[in-house]
């Protein structure tokens, strides 16, 4: 073999070990197993453990943006805007670097985050820190929202159940629109990720599945945005993994990382 095929050969290695890391793999694989694709999202949500809090430190920051940002939260964590303020446990109004390049916006807190106060906390969260560090960032690197702060649930007089989950309405998520508008207008990000189709689906204001529309940038108020999939889909999916990790090396790309 030539040099010059032997550094492509290399190189092919390299990526797919990269690949293969993501996906989860801790073995080298000389042929993946067969996943049968699906986009179910009804599935039942696994058990989820509760995170030790130490394992995902509160990050502090300074400075302007940080104290406007801290100014709209002490409004969000009085919002009896809409009914889920009524039920809530702690509003979670999202956490991360005012100055991020990377705005990450999910649907709404969980049974964890509406304990702990903070987004992406349980299982989907330590995916969701997972994926961020496979761009080579830390969870404290960028910002993490939410299109809704507080915990919609099915029985709202039963917040100690766990499971008792379900998507924001259209008028709940609509509610809570400005706080997310404010926190994008003050952060001013280079890119924003949608996960999911709650928050995509109302930041493009599009009827379009996550699986018809990731795989490319759109765009929300002039800067670019990348629909991909929630990262609970993908915990009750690993083969929408593949989908997520091509997302994000379109996002590296367009950050230049
Ligand atoms: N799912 C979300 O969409 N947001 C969270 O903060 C946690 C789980």
Same mark, same amino acid.
């Given at each position: 073999?030539?040099?010059?095929?032997? *550094?492509k =050969?290399?190189?092919l290695?390299?990526?797919? /070990? $990269?690949? @293969?890391?993501?996906?989860?793999?801790?073995?080298?694989?000389?042929?993946?197993?067969k996943?049968?694709?699906?986009?179910?999202?009804?599935?039942?949500?696994?058990?989820?453990?509760?995170?030790?809090?130490?394992?995902?430190?509160?990050?502090?920051?300074k400075?302007?943006?940080?104290?406007?940002l801290?100014?709209?939260?002490?409004?969000?964590?009085?919002?009896?805007?809409?009914?889920?303020?009524?039920s809530r446990i702690?509003?979670?109004?999202?956490e991360?670097?005012p100055?991020?390049?990377?705005?990450?916006?999910?649907?709404?807190?969980?049974y964890?985050?509406?304990?702990?106060?903070?987004?992406?906390?349980?299982?989907a969260?330590? *995916?969701l =820190?997972k994926?961020?560090?496979?761009?080579? /960032? $830390?969870? @404290?690197?960028?910002?993490i929202a939410?299109?809704?702060?507080c915990h919609?649930?099915?029985?709202?007089?039963?917040?100690?159940?766990?499971?008792?989950?379900?998507?924001p309405s259209?008028?709940?998520?609509?509610?809570?629109?400005?706080?997310?508008l404010?926190?994008?207008?003050?952060?001013?990000p280079?890119?924003?990720?949608?996960?999911?189709?709650?928050s995509?689906?109302?930041l493009?204001?599009?009827?379009e599945?996550?699986?018809?529309?990731r795989?490319?940038f759109?765009?929300?108020?002039?800067t670019?945005l990348?629909?991909?999939y929630h990262?609970?889909?993908?915990?009750?999916?690993?083969?929408?993994k593949?989908?997520?990790?091509?997302?994000?090396?379109?996002?590296?790309?367009?950050?230049? /990382?």
């Amino acid at each position: 073999m030539n040099k010059k095929n032997l *550094l492509k =050969t290399i190189r092919l290695a390299k990526q797919t /070990l $990269k690949d @293969e890391k993501f996906l989860g793999y801790t073995d080298i694989i000389f042929s993946a197993p067969k996943i049968k694709k699906s986009n179910k999202t009804n599935a039942p949500e696994p058990e989820i453990p509760a995170v030790p809090l130490k394992e995902t430190p509160v990050p502090v920051f300074k400075g302007a943006k940080a104290k406007k940002l801290s100014e709209i939260e002490a409004v969000v964590k009085t919002c009896r805007l809409c009914r889920l303020g009524d039920s809530r446990i702690k509003a979670v109004f999202g956490e991360g670097n005012p100055d991020s390049k990377i705005m990450f916006v999910g649907e709404g807190p969980g049974y964890d985050e509406d304990r702990q106060g903070r987004p992406f906390i349980g299982r989907a969260g330590q *995916l969701l =820190t997972k994926i961020i560090e496979s761009i080579g /960032l $830390k969870r @404290e690197d960028v910002f993490i929202a939410n299109i809704v702060k507080c915990h919609p649930m099915i029985d709202p007089k039963n917040p100690d159940l766990r499971g008792n989950d379900r998507p924001p309405s259209k008028e709940e998520m609509a509610c809570c629109m400005p706080f997310l508008l404010a926190q994008i207008d003050i952060i001013k990000p280079k890119v924003i990720v949608t996960l999911g189709n709650s928050s995509t689906s109302t930041l493009l204001e599009t009827t379009e599945t996550i699986s018809k529309i990731r795989g490319k940038f759109h765009t929300f108020h002039k800067t670019p945005l990348m629909p991909t999939y929630h990262p609970s889909a993908l915990l009750r999916n690993p083969a929408l993994k593949i989908d997520v990790w091509n997302d994000m090396k379109l996002l590296k790309k367009e950050l230049g /990382l």
